[in-house]
Structure formats: structure tokens, C-alpha cells
């Protein structure tokens, strides 16, 4: 049974000032990246959907799977069906649809969810103490009545209200930890948000060609905006 991961990156994110893609978590890393590696421990293939900076998050994340919806102004529902079809033609029985803010949770908890589903099921999620949390799961027929359904939804949230979801209790917060603001930023991880370092690349003689930055590790510091923020 194969799973497929899609994380929704194609929001403007204003607050944050830039992508949250690219914003470092832990590491060294991108929240993109974080969550890559999640899921792959996970056993998941894994395919970002992007937009906004969308040449931005490409070349730093030139080794993940990503696909473009070029109207992600539209809504997050959008984002969601572009990672559907792409997640189709890569065979996915399973579908695990998580935003890319929310990169804190476990590996752990992915094996239990994905070994939670059984061929009766059609969707699950987690929760954390009650509140529900990503990611969604669906099975391969679910994915499918939610990428041809068109109720006039914009929102993952109001989307899957047709389906059958079963809750799954679990012991990870990351499962409801949602890094949208730079003050759930600095309270987290005692800093202003940061642009995670470029990825190193190899040029002549192995050599890094993406600069000092790269080569020490340093993150430049990010400007935050106080504007509202639109959906991934």
C-alpha cells in the first residue's frame, strides 16, 4: 500500500513576511524540509504543492517532489487537488495531506495513523486533547471524491465535512502545533523567524557554490509583517 504525503506550502504567508517553506525549523532545516523527513521515516513518498515564491522554494528544496498551482490566490482547496492529481499518477493508495506550518510532528505518530487505517475506513486524523489535527488521511476513493467534488469550498476544512473521518487520539502535540505567526515563532524557538541556510550544492572539486552562508550555516534574519495571512 503505497502513501503519499502532499504538504500545502503555496500560501502568501504575510505574517511570516515570506514563505514558510522556507522558513527554518530545526537543524539546519526548511519547515519543507523537516517535514520531508518526517514523512519519509514514515514510509511516505512526499510532494510539496507551492505558489507564492514559488522559484524560491524550488531552488531550495531541489531535491523534493513539487508541484505548482499557479492559482493559489483561490483558496487552499486548489493547493489540495493539484497534490491529488500528482499523487495519483504516483500511484498513492493512501493520501496524507498536512500544512507545511505544522512541522513538529512525529514520525511515530505517522506509522500509527497510516496502520490505523483499514479498508473500511475512508478518512482519519488525530487529535491532540480533544482538538483535531493533521494530517488528514484518506483512502485512495476518499482522495478521489474530494479532488471531483465542487461544492464551492476553498478550504480543506470545510471539504472534508462530507466524509466519514474517524479520530484517532495520540500523544503528539505536533499534530495541532501551527507555526503561523512570528510570536508562536520566537515563543517556540526563542528567536525572530529565520530563512533556513541555502542548500549546499556541489561544484568543481566538491566544493559549496552556494556561498558563505551555506558553508558556515548562518540564517539570515527575516522581516515579519503585521498583515493577516492567507491560506496554503
Known sequence: MKAVAIILAAGEARKMGYSKALIEHEGGKSFLQSL???????????????????????DQHPAIHLVENERWQDGQLGSVKAGLEAAFEDGADLVLIHPVDMPALRASTLKTLIKAMGDSVE????EFESASGFPIILSRGAAERLRDRDSGETQLEGAVRGLQVRRIPVKDPGVVVNINTPETYERLFGSAPKLAPPPKRRGKKGESTTGSSASTGASAPMEASSEGMSGS
Open 36 to 58: 520531508t523527513s518526517t514523512f519519509g521515516k514514515a514510509g511516505c513518498s512526499v510532494i510539496g504543492v507551492i505558489g507564492k515564491d514559488a522559484d524560491a522554494v524550488r
Open 123 to 126: 478518512a482519519i486524523r488525530p
